[in-house]
């Protein structure tokens, strides 16, 4: 291994807002059924904001969290990188609104949209600035509030997501730490996926108007059978690609944390690359789909469950809308 800084994760802050809503009371809003939602999706259970409560929220609520666990003040943090579908707003960025919540008075930011990959795009975006020697703190946030996007009418999306916010530090490795941190990434964009899941209104192409109303563009569209076989064969090809380039196998796997979007996507991939079952984390069945919070969301179900400890082996992936995708290979450094 060479001696080159890699970007370590130091600490972790997750935050889900408390009201739980689970699949019997969606059967009351649509026409579903649990077994349907647990069967397609493995989805027992979503936690949902209040109405009115903004991503920024959720996300002060994460980063509290770690800063507390890490010991550190919100003045070191020297970047903030946001990943979300939901910002408070069009602009200013909610990288600047939460700045300003936490009193990051040192820091610079700005947010990341890539959908469901875009926690990883920001791991490795925010992992630059690490290797070259810019930054010691790095703020990666993952946070989303899909309910203020999704159809409460529509079957096909209303059952698939959650509320929820999670963030990690990165900081660069030190002497004796040669072999731990990120250690590698891929990401993949394919625009012709784009008319498989958007928003389409809201932007420059569809300003709000009464008639964007009218006709629902301010929701989430999703095509999921499309989705579906995209994400199965991306994630796993990936999955793989990154293995193969390291020759590794999912034996040499700790674990795998993958976006959670659907049970049977993730178990398709850990199938592929012929992971145990037990290295697969899995958390779906309590929060949904949170977008860009399911993966460090994860990460907190992996340690508690004994799964990520300094010097373990992890690969994470991720799909998303538009379509987005990646793989990140780390060795856990805390
Ligand atoms: C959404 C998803 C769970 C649907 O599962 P599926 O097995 O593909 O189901 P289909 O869409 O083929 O629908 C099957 C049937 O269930 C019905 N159905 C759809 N939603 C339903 C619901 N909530 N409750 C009950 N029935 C439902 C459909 O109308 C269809 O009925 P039909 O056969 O009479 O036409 C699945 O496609 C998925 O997870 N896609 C990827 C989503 C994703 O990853 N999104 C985030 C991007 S990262």
Known sequence: MSNKIRAKITGLGRYVPPRVVTNDEIAKMVDTNNEWIVERSGIHQRHWVEKGTPTSELAVKAIEQLLEQRGISATEIELIIVSTVTPDMMFPSTACIIQNRIGATNAWGFDISAACSSFLYSLTTGAQFIETGKHKKVLVVGADVMTTIINPEDRATIVLFGDGAGAVL?????????????????????????????????????????????????????????????????????????????????????????????????????????????????????????????????????????????????????????????????????
């Open 170 to 334: 990165l900081e660069p490795t030190g002497e004796g730490e040669e072999g731990l941190g990120i250690l590698d990434f891929r990401h993949e964009i394919d625009g012709s996926g784009g008319e498989h899941l958007y928003m389409a209104a809201g932007g420059s192409l569809h300003p709000a108007s009464h008639e964007t109303v009218a006709n629902k563009m301010h929701f989430a569209h999703q095509n999921g059978q499309q989705v579906f076989k995209f994400a199965v064969r991306k994630m796993g090809e990936l999955s793989a690609a990154m293995l193969d380039r390291h020759q590794l196998t999912g034996d040499d796997l700790s674990c795998f944390i993958a976006h959670q979007a659907n049970l049977r996507i993730i178990d398709a991939t850990a199938n592929k690359i012929g992971l145990a079952p037990e290295k697969v984390i899995k958390n779906i069945h309590k929060y949904g789909n949170t977008t860009a919070a399911t993966i460090p969301l994860a990460i907190g179900d992996a340690i508690e469950e004994g799964k990520l400890k300094k010097g373990d082996l992890v690969l994470f992936a991720a799909v998303g809308a538009g379509f987005t995708s990646g793989s990140v290979l780390a060795r856990w450094a805390y």
